[in-house]
């Protein structure tokens, strides 16, 4: 095959990443109403993986501390061979059912925390193992899998098959599996955060500004959100340390008092 075909191969077959979500809106939903339902309650939304299912869960986890303004340990990524497989596979840790319950172990998990473990195969036994301990001290478990009748799905109060069939490359689950599991993941963050009001209109309105990419779009939500303009925008979100809600409260106050 030809670069064009390989690459024209691969696009169609991502098709079934769409139709896989699809079928599975309803359970996604479910888990995304259980993940605010965590978050307003104090607890944890916990990701278990392994390998490429583990380094998706670290990403989707990192990206709500600057997406929505939350602290680093309210969604939180354990993955099969610790934080130095996010770097480098580490192939053999998938298989170490006791590393998974010494890690639920350290998180010193409560019934406000809930559990969402990934696994393209839905047999792999770290993610299996950790899944299953956290359901018998009462957290609320949530599967993704790719395959069909795997133990993953059944250890979980709630399963979620995206069925995306055989990868171009067989069993290279980098690809339409972790795809499939990346917009999972979005889907389910993100929703629970509009749930939980983290988000006006479709505006992150806590958003970090941490750098100046971020310190304009701060600018630019709060220009969408009242009618100011940039200038004063920015001039007041200065003053409030860039904190949009606080800078749309002194503004909503102050046309209160006009």
């Known amino acids: 095959m ?6 024209r191969l ?7 990443v ?42 989707d986890a990192a990206e709500m501390v600057p997406t929505f303004g939350l602290a680093p340990t309210r969604f939180v990524a354990v993955v099969a061979g610790g934080e130095a497989a996010n770097q480098q596979a580490v192939e053999d840790a998938e298989d170490d059912e006791h590393a998974a319950i010494q890690a639920m172990n350290e ?33 609320w478990t949530c599967g993704i899998a790719n395959n069909k009748n795997v133990p993953l799905l059944s250890v979980v109060e709630l399963g979620i098959l995206l069925d995306t069939g055989p990868e171009v490359l067989t069993g290279s689950t980098r690809l339409k599996a972790a795809t499939a599991q990346k917009r999972v993941l979005n889907a389910i963050s993100t929703t629970a955060m509009v749930l939980s009001g983290k988000v006006i209109e479709n505006l992150m309105v806590d958003v970090k500004a941490t750098n100046q990419k971020l310190r304009e779009r701060c600018v630019r939500i709060l220009c969408d959100l009242t009618t100011v303009n940039e200038g004063e925008a920015e001039r007041i979100l200065s003053a409030h340390n860039w904190n949009i809600r606080q800078a749309l409260s002194v503004l909503r106050s102050t046309e209160a008092a006009s």
């Open 107 to 139: 998180l010193a998990l409560t019934r406000q925390d809930i559990v969402i473990a990934l696994a393209a195969s839905g047999r792999t036994a770290f993610v299996v193992a950790a899944a299953r301990h956290a359901r018998q001290k009462g957290v």
């Open 2 to 7: 030809t670069a064009r075909e390989i690459v």
């Open 18 to 59: 769409n139709r896989a979500v699809q079928a599975a809106e309803a359970q996604i939903a479910q888990a995304a109403e259980h993940a605010a339902e965590a978050y307003q309650s104090g607890g944890r939304v916990i990701y278990v993986g392994a390998g490429t299912s583990g380094r998706i869960a670290t990403m």
């Open 10 to 16: 691969m696009n169609e077959e991502e098709q079934a």
